[in-house]
């Protein structure tokens, strides 16, 4: 028989015992034992070549050897991947305590990288071989050590795959122009080094051999888009660890590394870096962020910081669900095969911060709830134990589809934060020294008298501020036509707003939520410019095509529209270096030579830098309605808003939500948080009288 075929035949017939003994495995797994206690796994072999085995321990809690902990997918290490039964499936033999036993390619991938280097750890943790899966009580059990495991590793080892072109780019990357950006912010400070564009003269001098192109900023965003970073787990496993280290293939990352460009590429002006994928999202921060916000938040706590006092009650006790609703707003973004996992794959994190005071019996883990159960239970808990109704804040827009099991005031915590999100009363206020943002109502009342929960129905004190007349049609100033429906919006209100204020400075300040407020004492004087230069610029970019005439005559009205708005449009028009608005509009491509020419017209510049800093509270609120009310209120509401719709303030809520009555019931449905113009700061206490209501 020719050698040739004798080896095709090997490999046949190696295939098929393989095939056979993955079908036909039925791993039985040691018993765990009385004590609290957990399995490890340590490698019997070390050469590739050879069959993976390994044997299976169980050592009690108490006398742990020092191990490492793998975090990875279960699936497919890659966001879209064609062939994802090659990953899914359990279909790779390895050999645990001389029995077969079934895994997948990821975790396959992953114990052969480990083995196979120079420092292999003597013992590893690995869900997927340490728990018996199929034995429900077992798995819930150790669900609930997960916090203990990770936090007790001498190394968490996040396994992000194999190694492709994008994960080379971000290692180079990383390794040569990140860590020549850390020594100059070293030697100079971040407050300088983010001013470094990519032909600040500074930059180009130090760093000209290394500077990222395109295409390298392109796989620095793709690098992130492996799955590993939307698991909901990774939240405490990176969180928790002592020591994290990422790897994709033969390429190694340190996390602080990552964060630390990541963090630069946030406010140095690099466009390539922070260009949005497809779903309007900034890749890098959106999945580095979180892990290195709860890390930061970990460590603060641990040591008793002053997060750990703004997280007191007033009983002087850390507030678990309020602690509880911040971590699963951390995580919100972040996806898992089990929705449960949602809220069991975080527990871990406010369990590691408030040790003994941690209350176990509150959501004990369980795989046997239902989904829409643990989510109604748990949103229940947290608003019995909060004292602020933060939680209405992450209900997702009344237009998202929910599962009809679902009440309207229960997150469906499935749902990404991707539209429709004001963010306006949620739990980032409660790290603020000072009062918080927005104070719509807050009272010393008794959680008992603000609100209860019976028959999934929330009962909660409220005030029928208004009703909703009108709402703008589109959701931004995105276009013209959106842009003019606005305007309109506008016209129809008196040229003075409730507060005094004009109707063009209650616009802008509806669009920001009013942010500026707390951080520019002179906001007045310093945004309307800006925020008109951003205007302006924006309608030459939609009529970037169009020819001058027709440019002028779809321009002149838009922007005389707005004039009428502000006595004051001519004098911001002036502090751009426009005469007036007639001369603008006369001459359309000088002013457009105008916003080309940088160096020389620097007022422009500034203002046109100016709107760029606070561009992100308006494209915050870009995704919202502008509604006016009946009694002449101006506010931003969530998408689905429309006419008819009520505006109501409840006790112990830091904004306005909007409520839609339900036909043939005394109940309402929650539609979603809201900023109103002229009552987020506690204007009308001393006006309000309120009722019971009920939320289905």
């Given at each position: 028989?020719?050698?040739?075929?004798?080896?095709?035949?090997?490999?046949?017939?190696?295939?098929?015992?393989?095939?056979?003994?993955?079908?036909?495995?039925?791993?039985?797994y040691?018993?765990?034992?009385?004590?609290?206690?957990?399995?490890?796994?340590?490698?019997?072999?070390?050469?590739r070549?050879?069959a993976l085995?390994?044997?299976?321990?169980t050592?009690e809690?108490?006398?742990?050897?020092?191990?490492?902990?793998?975090?990875?997918?279960?699936?497919?290490?890659?966001?879209?991947d064609?062939?994802h039964e090659?990953?899914?499936?359990?279909?790779?033999?390895?050999?645990?305590?001389?029995?077969?036993?079934?895994?997948?390619?990821?975790?396959?991938?992953?114990?052969?990288?480990?083995?196979?280097?120079?420092h292999?750890?003597?013992?590893i943790?690995?869900?997927?071989?340490?728990?018996?899966?199929?034995?429900?009580?077992?798995?819930t059990?150790?669900?609930?050590?997960?916090?203990?495991?990770?936090?007790?590793?001498?190394?968490?080892?996040?396994?992000?795959?194999?190694?492709?072109?994008?994960?080379?780019?971000?290692?180079?990357?990383?390794?040569?122009?990140?860590?020549?950006?850390?020594?100059?912010a070293?030697?100079?400070?971040w407050?300088?080094?983010?001013?470094?564009?990519?032909?600040?003269?500074?930059?180009?001098?130090?760093?000209g051999?290394?500077?990222?192109?395109?295409?390298?900023?392109?796989?620095?965003?793709?690098?992130?888009?492996?799955n590993?970073?939307?698991?909901?787990?990774?939240?405490?496993?990176?969180?928790l660890?002592?020591?994290l280290?990422l790897v994709?293939?033969?390429?190694?990352?340190?996390?602080d590394?990552?964060?630390?460009?990541?963090?630069?590429?946030?406010?140095?002006?690099?466009?390539?870096?922070?260009?949005?994928?497809?779903?309007?999202?900034?890749l890098?921060?959106?999945v580095?962020?979180p892990?290195?916000?709860?890390?930061s938040?970990?460590?603060?706590?641990?040591?008793?910081?002053?997060?750990?006092?703004?997280?007191e009650d007033?009983?002087?006790?850390?507030?678990?669900g309020?602690?509880?609703?911040?971590v699963l707003?951390?995580?919100r973004?972040?996806?898992?095969?089990?929705?449960?996992?949602?809220?069991?794959?975080?527990?871990?994190?406010?369990?590691?911060?408030?040790g003994?005071?941690?209350?176990?019996?509150?959501?004990p883990?369980?795989y046997n709830?239902?989904?829409?159960?643990?989510?109604?239970?748990?949103?229940?808990?947290?608003?019995?134990?909060?004292?602020?109704?933060?939680?209405?804040?992450?209900?997702?827009?009344?237009?998202?589809?929910?599962?009809?099991?679902?009440?309207?005031?229960?997150p469906?915590?499935?749902v990404?934060?991707?539209?429709?999100?004001?963010?306006?009363?949620?739990?980032?206020?409660?790290?603020?020294d000072?009062?918080?943002?927005?104070?719509?109502?807050?009272?010393?009342s008794?959680?008992?008298?603000?609100?209860?929960?019976?028959?999934?129905?929330?009962?909660?004190?409220?005030?029928?501020?208004?009703?909703?007349?009108?709402?703008a049609?589109g959701?931004?100033?995105?276009?013209?036509?959106?842009f003019?429906?606005?305007?309109?919006?506008?016209?129809?209100?008196?040229?003075?707003y409730?507060?005094?204020?004009?109707?063009?400075e209650?616009?802008?300040r509806t669009?920001?939520?009013?942010?500026?407020?707390?951080?520019?004492?002179?906001?007045s004087?310093?945004?309307?410019?800006?925020?008109?230069?951003?205007?302006?610029h924006?309608?030459?970019c939609?009529?970037?095509?169009?020819?001058?005439?027709?440019?002028?005559?779809?321009?002149?009205?838009?922007?005389?529209?707005?004039?009428?708005?502000?006595?004051?449009?001519?004098?911001?028009?002036?502090?751009?270096?426009?005469?007036?608005l007639d001369?603008?509009?006369?001459d359309?491509?000088?002013?457009?030579?105008?916003?080309?020419?940088?160096?020389?017209?620097?007022?422009?510049?500034?203002?046109?830098?100016?709107?760029?800093e606070?561009?992100?509270?308006?494209?915050?609120f870009?995704?919202?309605q502008?509604f006016?009310?009946?009694?002449?209120?101006?506010?931003?509401?969530?998408?689905?808003?429309?006419?008819?719709?009520?505006?109501?303030?409840?006790?112990?809520?830091?904004?306005?939500?909007?409520l839609?009555?339900?036909?043939?019931?005394?109940?309402?449905?929650?539609v979603?948080?809201?900023?109103?113009?002229?009552?987020?700061?506690?204007?009308?206490?001393?006006?309000?009288?309120?009722?019971?209501?009920?939320?289905?």
């Amino acid at each position: 028989m020719p050698s040739r075929f004798r080896q095709k035949l090997s490999i046949i017939s190696n295939r098929y015992r393989t095939h056979l003994l993955i079908r036909s495995s039925t791993f039985i797994y040691p018993d765990l034992g009385s004590a609290p206690a957990m399995r490890l796994i340590s490698f019997t072999t070390s050469s590739r070549r050879s069959a993976l085995e390994f044997d299976l321990v169980t050592f009690e809690l108490g006398s742990l050897p020092p191990f490492t902990a793998l975090s990875y997918t279960w699936g497919s290490p890659f966001p879209s991947d064609k062939a994802h039964e090659i990953w899914n499936e359990p279909n790779h033999l390895a050999f645990c305590n001389q029995q077969p036993i079934a895994i997948r390619k990821n975790l396959y991938d992953a114990l052969q990288h480990i083995r196979t280097r120079e420092h292999e750890p003597a013992w590893i943790w690995v869900d997927a071989v340490c728990i018996n899966q199929a034995d429900d009580e077992e798995r819930t059990s150790q669900v609930e050590m997960m916090s203990d495991i990770y936090g007790t590793a001498d190394l968490v080892l996040a396994w992000l795959g194999p190694e492709d072109e994008a994960s080379r780019r971000a290692h180079t990357m990383l390794n040569t122009f990140g860590r020549g950006i850390f020594k100059m912010a070293a030697r100079e400070g971040w407050d300088k080094v983010d001013q470094y564009g990519p032909k600040s003269p500074e930059l180009v001098g130090e760093l000209g051999h290394c500077l990222p192109q395109d295409a390298d900023w392109s796989a620095w965003n793709e690098f992130f888009q492996r799955n590993w970073f939307r698991r909901a787990w990774i939240l405490q496993e990176a969180s928790l660890a002592k020591n994290l280290r990422l790897v994709s293939g033969q390429y190694v990352f340190d996390f602080d590394e990552i964060h630390a460009l990541v963090a630069y590429s946030e406010h140095a002006p690099w466009w390539p870096m922070t260009a949005p994928n497809n779903s309007g999202e900034d890749l890098p921060s959106a999945v580095i962020n979180p892990i290195a916000l709860t890390r930061s938040m970990i460590n603060g706590m641990l040591q008793r910081s002053r997060s750990v006092r703004i997280l007191e009650d007033h009983h002087g006790s850390i507030n678990q669900g309020m602690l509880l609703l911040l971590v699963l707003a951390l995580a919100r973004e972040l996806s898992s095969s089990d929705p449960r996992d949602k809220v069991y794959g975080n527990l871990g994190i406010a369990k590691r911060i408030l040790g003994v005071d941690f209350d176990d019996s509150a959501l004990p883990p369980d795989y046997n709830i239902a989904v829409a159960d643990l989510y109604i239970h748990t949103a229940s808990y947290i608003l019995t134990t909060t004292p602020i109704l933060s939680l209405l804040s992450h209900i997702e827009d009344a237009g998202t589809p929910k599962p009809s099991t679902l009440p309207s005031w229960v997150p469906d915590l499935t749902v990404r934060h991707t539209t429709g999100r004001l963010r306006l009363g949620d739990t980032a206020n409660i790290f603020e020294d000072d009062k918080p943002l927005y104070r719509t109502y807050l009272s010393g009342s008794s959680l008992t008298e603000t609100r209860s929960v019976a028959n999934i129905i929330l009962f909660v004190n409220g005030h029928c501020l208004a009703t909703v007349s009108e709402v703008a049609t589109g959701d931004s100033l995105s276009t013209p036509e959106k842009f003019t429906s606005q305007i309109n919006l506008l016209s129809r209100l008196p040229h003075m707003y409730l507060n005094g204020q004009s109707t063009f400075e209650a616009y802008w300040r509806t669009y920001m939520g009013d942010f500026a407020r707390s951080s520019l004492p002179n906001a007045s004087q310093d945004i309307p410019s800006s925020f008109i230069a951003m205007i302006i610029h924006g309608l030459l970019c939609w009529f970037d095509d169009c020819p001058i005439g027709d440019m002028r005559q779809q321009l002149e009205p838009i922007l005389q529209h707005l004039a009428n708005l502000d006595s004051n449009f001519s004098q911001h028009l002036r502090s751009l270096g426009v005469a007036s608005l007639d001369l603008l509009i006369q001459d359309i491509p000088a002013f457009v030579s105008y916003c080309l020419d940088w160096d020389s017209r620097k007022n422009l510049r500034i203002a046109l830098k100016e709107a760029a800093e606070f561009l992100y509270h308006f494209l915050r609120f870009g995704r919202l309605q502008l509604f006016r009310t009946e009694n002449e209120y101006l506010g931003l509401g969530p998408r689905s808003s429309r006419p008819e719709d009520q505006v109501w303030i409840f006790e112990q809520a830091r904004v306005p939500f909007i409520l839609r009555a339900i036909p043939n019931s005394e109940h309402f449905h929650l539609v979603g948080e809201c900023y109103v113009h002229g009552v987020m700061q506690g204007e009308l206490v001393d006006k309000i009288q309120f009722k019971r209501i009920g939320l289905a």
